[in-house]
């Protein structure tokens, strides 16, 4: 459980916040006010590569950032 981390934005992931170890609110395109104020952490950039440095270790985001098109800064 610790190691599962949910990206979500609405009511259903919300009902999932409790059984995963970190649950992140993306923002990006509706913010829900329940969803954000539930949530450790907040995207709120219409990018999904913004919950990489949350969601990854910084020696995972290092092997990752050179495929992906933009850099993502933690």
Known sequence: RRELALVGDGATDLR???QV???VAF???VART????A???VVR???LRRTLPLLL???ELARVSSILPASVEP
């Open 27 to 29: 923002a990006g395109v």
């Open 34 to 37: 329940n969803v954000i104020s």
């Open 16 to 18: 999932c916040a409790p």
């Open 21 to 23: 170890g970190r649950f």
């Open 45 to 47: 950039e219409n990018d």
């Open 39 to 41: 949530a450790a952490h």
């Open 57 to 59: 270790t910084a020696e």
